[in-house]
């Protein structure tokens, strides 16, 4: 029974993952209807914006320390309730302090979520004992297709923010909170004494190379998320029309990217597969930084998706192979730095491309993804119990029943 178990888990932690790229890509594709319903002015939203995450990376220090006392299925059972929640707040308020409260509370409790959930995610991939992580993340990835296009549909028919995000949180809520009940959490006993002692000395040196490594990765996923449809429109003399499709496009080899890249890391070995990454994703701001005109831009992003989608669950699963029974506590300050690469990149590419060409601005992320190849490495722990010549068979520990899974 325990391989069903494990399956149970591993189903409920996905889904888990795609109701958060549902929710995350509601509230950020509708932004500017947010804008106009609290009356928020062009200067004050960044603060508003910046706000989430830096919320959000305290929240992931504080479940680093409440993880300790509390298992993260506990702690993603009721934290993914509350985004939830929080999404319809920021929808059906009428003042700009209710809208305040609402991103508030938005931002601690993804932080606890986004922290608790690769939390899970390495600790059943330890168990199962081969990569699977990259297929959490394509769910997140399928989740923010579903959730872009609702928010377009409700832009489309002109919707209000809570009659849009309403059916989502009905329907989401009581289906995440029911396959809370499967998540499979570490022996507590064990996992506790290992948190306790925390990542050990000179453990955050150890770590600081996956901390870069997250943060470049999310400044480029930021630059795209944010600047590729005003770069295709503006630069690159798009239509309004077609300057929507990139992102999409990004999303699209983002799944795709994620739905196949834990065979390559099977086959390969993760850092086979991050490096490959890395330069498919430095060529993708290459070909974007020169493109000629909006279709070799299109070009561009795509490289982009397919390259960066493999970094960031590879770099969480890095961290737990790195750090064994004390990743929880390396995961929660490993999340920090999704904050801290979303909190840069868009100001960075934005003050570049003003300052001096948009083009030119692209580099930057082109750069910074590249310095991926320098701590490749840190991605191939001697011991890792999968990858090239040494990931356990399929039958072998899942389950201690020599079943398949």
């Given amino acids: 029974m325990a391989d069903v178990r494990l399956r149970r888990g591993r189903s409920a932690l996905g889904f888990s ?18 804008q106009d319903r ?41 934290a993914q309730p509350l985004v939830l929640l929080s999404l319809l707040g920021v929808g059906a308020g009428r003042q700009m302090w209710h809208v305040a409260l609402a991103l508030g509370a938005f931002g601690l409790s993804v932080g606890a979520l986004d922290a608790s959930m690769n939390m899970l995610g390495v600790s059943l991939q330890r168990t199962y004992g081969r ?31 809570v009659t849009s995000y309403l059916p989502a949180v009905l329907v989401l809520l009581p289906l995440a909170f029911l396959g809370s009940r499967f ?60 300057a929507t499709v990139p992102y999409n496009v990004y999303m699209v080899t983002t799944l795709i990217g994620r739905a196949v890249g834990d065979l390559g890391v099977r086959r390969f070995g993760a850092v086979a597969v991050v490096r ?35 970094i960031v669950p590879q770099t969480f699963a890095a961290a737990g192979r790195l750090f064994g029974g004390a990743s929880d506590t390396a995961i929660a300050r490993l999340n920090i730095f999704n904050y801290v690469g979303f909190l840069i990149g868009s100001p960075l ?9 948009y083009r030119g601005a692209m580099l930057v992320p082109m750069a910074l993804v590249l310095v991926t ?28 029943g020599g079943n398949e899974v």
């Fill in 183 to 242: 998540y499979v959490d570490q022996e507590g006993r064990g996992r506790a004494g290992e948190a306790e002692k925390g990542l050990g000395p000179g453990g955050f040196t150890l770590l600081l190379p996956l901390c870069l490594v997250m943060a470049c990765a999310y400044i480029g996923d930021s630059t795209v998320s944010n600047w590729s449809a005003k770069y295709l429109q503006d630069v690159l003399g798009s239509s309004e029309q077609l």
């Fill in 131 to 161: 990569s699977i992580m990259l297929g959490f993340h394509a769910s997140y990835s399928l989740g923010g297709i579903v959730g872009a296009s609702a928010a377009w549909a409700g832009a489309h028919w002109h919707l209000s923010l």
């Fill in 38 to 78: 609290y009356g928020i002015s062009d200067g004050l939203l960044p603060a508003f914006l910046a706000a989430v995450p830096i919320l959000a990376g305290a929240a992931s220090v504080a479940t680093e320390h409440l993880v300790k006392r509390v298992a993260p299925g506990t702690v993603l059972r009721w």
């Fill in 373 to 400: 190849l320098l701590y490749a490495r840190s991605f191939g722990v001697r011991g890792a119990g999968y990858g090239v010549g040494h990931e356990r068979p399929r039958v072998v520990d899942v389950g201690r």
């Fill in 349 to 357: 590419v934005g003050g570049i491309g003003d300052a001096w060409s």
């Fill in 17 to 34: 993952f795609f109701v958060q790229g549902v929710t995350f890509a509601l509230l950020v594709t509708r932004i500017p209807a947010i």
């Fill in 276 to 310: 490959a990454g890395a330069l498919v994703a430095a060529l993708g701001f290459g070909v974007v930084a020169a493109a000629p005109g909006a279709w070799a831009g299109m070009l561009g992003f795509t490289l982009l998706g397919i390259g960066l989608c493999v």
